[in-house]
Structures are given as C-alpha cells and as structure tokens.
C-alpha cells in the first residue's frame, strides 16, 4: 500500500485561494462543505446584531473551518489540517458582502469610488480539537469611478460573487490608487498569516 501524500484540506470552492495555494506550494483538496447530508446545517453567513466587521469574519471563519473538520470526521477521511479563509469589505464602518446583483452591485462601487475603505482577511486552521486563527486588514483607496466605468465593469460580470462588488486582481485593479496591506489578504488568502497557521501545526510550508 502506498503513503498517503501529506496535504491540508481547503473549505473553499473560490478559484483565487486555490491559485494562492499553489503559488506557494501547499499541497491541498478541496472538501466541499455540502457533500453529506450527516452534516449539520451550513454556515449562516448574517452577520449578528452589533457585530463588528472583525468579530464577524473571525466568526464566520472559525464557523466554516469547524464545518469542514465535522464533515472530514463524518467521511473518514485522512486526518489532515483543514483551511478555511473568509474575506470582507468595511466602508464607514459597514460591511460590504457579495451584491446579489448587478444594481446592488452599482450601489457598493458608488459608495467605493473615490473613498478608502479596509479588507478583512481572517484564515483559520482546525486540526482535531485544536483551531488557530488569524487576520489580515488591508486598506485600499479607489479613483473616482465615472458612471460609464461602473456600468462597463458590471458588464463583464466580474462582481458577481466578490464582496464589495469587485475583484482587484481582475479588471477592477485598475480602480485601485493605493493598497496598504496584504495583496493575497485582498484577493482572499493572506498568504503570511497562512504559512503562519500552518507551521503552527508543523506542516511544511516555503
């Protein structure tokens, strides 16, 4: 019988942490959080009353990373580190989610333009009954945005499913006038924190 190759599991199906992932060398698969039906409920993503945007996604962070340990029990599946990353936007003090369409959308990269607000980057590691977590904070100032240059970037979809309504590593890099901060924390995966947490759990990192 062969070894079985040593690996992290990740609770994530964003294609951004996958390529940070292999950027740096980290041997992973994906587990998919909905793939039992033993499993408990998914993770309820709304955020609580008078929660902080930090509390919030530290929370939401360890919530998900549990969910994908439970749901490695439940398969049985080779006792590895589970990863699991969650990423917001903070304007003014308000969380900025995934817009669930193009106005919504339209709205977030309004209030954006022209303005500097923070990405909250929180990674968690679960291994047995032992979880690490950090965080990343980054801020990032966007030109002002013409409402041609907003209704052409919500043509190319590319809001869809980022918070804040934009991906800087995509065609709204070109928005950003200055990033203080972690550019993988920005893209979702601050790649720091995460080498941090691993080695923590004496995984191989570079």
Do not use: W
Not at 4 to 27: A, F, H, T, V
Not at 111 to 126: I, P, T
């Amino acid at each position: 019988m062969g070894t079985i190759q040593r690996r992290i599991y990740l609770c994530s199906q964003d294609p951004r942490r996958r390529e940070l992932l292999k950027q740096i060398g980290i041997n992973f698969e994906v587990l998919l959080l909905r793939c039992d039906p033993r499993r408990s409920s998914d993770v309820n993503e709304t955020p609580l009353h008078d929660e902080s945007a930090e509390v919030y996604v530290r929370r939401l962070c360890q919530e998900k990373v549990r969910a994908g340990s439970e749901s490695l029990r439940l398969r049985n599946l080779p006792l590895f580190p589970v990863l699991a990353a969650e990423t917001v936007i903070v304007f003014n003090g308000q969380i900025l989610r995934k817009p669930v369409n193009a106005n919504q959308a339209a709205d977030m990269l309004r209030q954006l333009s022209g303005h500097e607000h923070q990405v909250l980057s929180a990674v968690a590691v679960v291994l047995g009954n032992r979880t690490e977590v950090a965080l990343s904070v980054s801020s990032v100032r966007f030109a002002r945005l013409s409402e041609d240059r907003i209704s052409r970037y919500l043509r190319s979809g590319e809001y869809a499913g980022k918070a804040g309504a934009y991906a800087m590593q995509g065609l709204a890099g070109a928005f950003v006038e200055h990033l203080a901060g972690s550019y993988s924390g920005v893209m979702g995966l601050p790649l720091s924190e995460t080498v941090d947490l691993l080695q923590r759990f004496d995984y191989p990192t570079p």
